[in-house]
Nanobody, 127 residues
Framework: QVQLVESGGGLVQAGGSLRLSCAAS????????MGWFRQAPGKEREFVAT????????YYGDSVKGRFTISRDNAKNTVDLQMNGLKPEDTAVYYC????????????????????WGQGTQVTVSS
């Protein structure tokens, strides 16, 4: 059974930093691209960042580019999201997700393309 468990969310002031982590189990971790998405109340789920199975390539949503960094450790089956320069508009529930790559190497940004999801962790940024 595949499980993705997020941690590291919390309350932070604008301009501060948080590091989220996602621990994966029950899958061949390196065969999956990993992504981070977020959803604020009343809004659609938004793409944040993704990373290839090897960790060589990354891609970010425009709203977080230059502030957030995604990384993975395939020996530990974890993927992290370092969030710097946080803004109130970053407030949301953050989810990690796994996308089986098969022979495809292109990164995906659409939530429906991802196969497995964690339960989410709340990030609140105060002004």
């Amino acid at each position: 059974q595949v499980q993705l468990v997020e941690s590291g969310g919390g309350l932070v002031q604008a301009g501060g930093s948080l590091r989220l982590s996602c621990a994966a189990s029950g899958l061949t971790f390196r065969r999956y691209a990993m992504g981070w998405f977020r959803q604020a109340p009343g809004k659609e789920r938004e793409f944040v960042a993704t990373i290839t199975g090897s960790g060589v390539s990354t891609y970010y949503g425009d709203s977080v580019k230059g502030r957030f960094t995604i990384s993975r450790d395939n020996a530990k089956n974890t993927v992290d999201l370092q969030m710097n320069g946080l803004k109130p508009e970053d407030t949301a529930v953050y989810y990690c997700a796994a996308d089986f790559q098969d022979t495809r190497v292109a990164l995906r940004t659409a939530s429906h393309e991802y196969d497995y999801w964690g339960q989410g962790t709340q990030v609140t940024v105060s002004s």
